[in-house]
């Protein structure tokens, strides 16, 4: 729980980032289920990934960081609904100067600006079903170009262009019987308003996900996308709603129905039933104030449920129920969160985080309390432009930029990245006990871990359940790190390390032993039924591993360097040594010597693997990586 100092909660700063470039998009900050970390800028869009390494030293959270630059020039495909030249110089003057004063419709006339073709709004898809099993990356230009991308190394390629999809679709619809030309209206001026509903069709303003497999847009015509994704997108259905333009869209289940809420930018705020087809379900907020509502969250109490909007600077929340074929809104509670828009809004607990551009953050139950998070950073020179939870919570961060008032020569940073947290190292121990293992919470262990300045306890009980070793691993892990080579404890650390390793790699072994046959080679089996028989102390493991040694024909391991044999009593769990004194070390998966050239990697702990099917290490439950 977060600690309170009187009406405040405190919040504990882990790493301030200062980045380069200028912020401009409230939307530019976005974590993925596996821990990545986007932020839009006006050169392009910075991706950190969380790194945990228990034998980092420093007190900042460790992580790798790529970059997407922005685009310099138009696309073709962008070019094709556009008005051509001989037609514009047929328009009556009024006509064309607002077809060419129109960023959607003349895409190409800004001359030379970049800042159109910037990210406005980053997000992630859920985690792919491929080899890397990584989220691809979400961007969405001023232009409102919609894309995927995914991760090559340290470069981000397009994986799918969603409006070029979606301009694919458009062009099979008969869009030039919408307007004809009418004693009031040329060929010419009707020719334009189709163009126009075709590049207003186009023009995404933003997305939600429907789980894993299908995912919503809404358009500036005021369309809903109904889209399925199964490494393409795919175009289900398009539904014409009653606003003009969209501002937000959100999908939820509300009593045991897939309701999307649709948000204007006229500030209403319309329910859709989806189905084979969308339904009209009534208006969840009718009043036209021109307050856009641009965050939506459903929350659900046991059987009811509420809606939070993010509406300009207020936060208003309201019990909601379908019944039948209508829904039914219940009283507006809000608060006013200060003079600026609301740029961050998550659910922390049982109550909601909002961050204004210039106000505290703060935590609102939803009724009348409100309570302010206290950070030890100033902030007072710079506009907030997005807060974001990682996927457990346990790292938060806030992306700054310094106010106009405030930038002068000095200021050679104008953008910074706070990473926070609302945990105690108490906290997360009792997650991890509970099976929760992810990035952030361990980098956030290990932080405060040090920060704390935690000694080792020798009364340490040596655990056989794998969770608590994975926890007991990587905390003694980081103490380990720390310790110097005179450091009274650090015989008995070392023994508290190579005994979870032990469990661990005992673990992992028997997923090989006990996995169907012909999914591992007999060299993979014959090295992990030797470890379990030497080094584990869990009797029907070692009797697995002397059964499985019984039942096949052995041959023994030779050194590749010089073909000695490995010795007979092992030296260490984490490595094999041929009598010679040649060390190898051990596969984390099926514990065989790895003598490849490009073993798979842990790009958390650097172990190695080969020959495995894992794509976990068995030790951090890092990624493995192939070279």
């Known amino acids: 729980m977060p600690v309170p100092t009187g009406p405040g909660v405190v919040g504990r700063v882990l790493h301030c980032v200062t980045l380069p470039v200028h912020i401009a998009s409230p939307d530019g900050l976005s974590w993925s289920s596996d821990c990545q970390l986007a932020v839009a800028t006006k050169k392009g869009v910075y991706v950190f990934q969380i790194v945990p390494d228990a034998r980092k030293l420093g007190q900042k959270v460790n992580f790798v960081k790529t970059f997407v630059e922005n685009d310099t020039e138009v696309n073709p495909w962008q070019m094709e609904s556009v ?36 990210a406005s709004k980053v997000g992630w898809t859920p985690e792919v079903d491929s080899g890397d099993g990584n989220c691809l990356l979400i961007t969405l230009t001023v232009d409102h170009r919609l894309r995927f991308y995914k991760q090559d ?53 933003c997305w939600c996900w429907k789980g894993e497999g299908e995912f919503f847009t809404g358009q500036l015509s005021g369309h809903v996308v109904y889209w399925e994704w199964a490494r393409n997108a ?36 319309l329910a859709l039933r989806v189905g084979r087809n969308f339904s009209v379900l009534g208006w969840v907020w009718d009043d036209l104030d021109r307050l856009p509502v641009n965050k939506i969250k459903i929350i659900k109490d046991e059987s009811k449920y509420q809606i939070v909007m993010a509406k300009a600077n207020f936060c208003i929340s309201m019990k909601i129920k379908v019944n039948k074929s209508k829904i039914e809104v219940g009283k507006p509670q809000n608060l006013n969160t200060g003079l600026t828009r609301i740029v961050g809004m998550e659910m922390y607990q049982d109550r909601m985080m909002l961050s204004n551009q210039k106000s505290n953050i703060k935590l609102w139950d939803m009724k009348k309390s409100s309570s302010v998070i206290e950070l030890d950073v100033a902030r007072e020179h710079y506009f907030c432009y997005g807060v974001a939870g990682s996927n457990n919570q346990s790292i938060f961060a806030c992306l700054e930029n310094i106010s106009s008032f405030n930038d002068h020569l000095i200021m050679r940073e104008p953008g910074r990245l706070v990473l926070w947290t609302l945990e105690t190292q108490e906290n997360l121990r009792s997650k991890m006990l509970e099976g929760l293992f992810g990035p952030d919470l361990m980098e956030a262990y290990r932080l405060l871990l040090t920060a704390n300045k935690t000694e080792f306890d020798p009364n340490t009980e040596l655990s056989t359940d794998p969770v608590k070793c994975k926890l007991d691993w990587w905390h003694h892990s980081i103490l380990l790190a720390r310790a110097s080579q005179t450091s009274q ?79 007979d009593q092992p030296s260490h769990v984490s490595h094999v040594t ?50």
């Open 83 to 118: 008005v051509p030249e001989e037609l514009l110089s047929q328009l009556p003057r009024e006509v064309r100067n607002s077809v060419i004063m129109d960023r959607v419709m003349a895409p190409h006339m800004v001359g030379g600006e970049n800042i159109f073709r910037q």
């Open 153 to 205: 190394g340290r470069q981000w390629n397009t994986e799918v262009e969603v409006s070029q999809v979606l301009l694919d679709y458009l062009k099979s619809k008969p869009v030039e019987d919408l307007h004809v030309k009418t004693p009031n209206q040329s060929e010419n001026e009707a020719t334009v308003k189709n163009l126009k509903s075709r590049c207003y069709s186009l023009a995404t303003k």
């Open 578 to 627: 041929c009598t010679a004194g040649h060390a190898w070390p051990r596969c984390v998966t099926t514990q065989q010597p790895v003598m490849v050239t490009c073993p798979a990697k842990c790009s958390w702990c650097k172990g190695v693997a080969v020959k495995t099917m894992a794509r976990a290490c068995c030790l951090c439950q890092g990624p493995l990586l192939q070279s």
């Open 234 to 269: 795919v175009v289900k259905n398009i539904f014409k709603t009653e606003l003009e333009e969209i501002s937000c869209v959100h999908w939820d289940k509300v009593d045991n129905l897939d309701i999307l809420f649709v948000a204007g930018l006229d500030g209403r705020v």
């Open 489 to 567: 404890h650090l015989v008995q650390l070392r023994r508290v390390v190579e005994h979870c390793e032990v469990v661990l790699r005992s673990q992992a072994a028997k997923v090989v032993l006990t996995s169907p046959q012909g999914l591992y080679d007999i060299p993979a089996k014959q090295a992990s039924a030797h470890f379990v028989s030497s080094f584990s102390s869990i009797s029907s493991l070692a009797r697995l591993g002397t059964s499985t040694l019984a039942s096949m024909t052995q041959t023994p391991w030779t050194c590749r360097i010089c073909g000695s044999l490995a010795r």
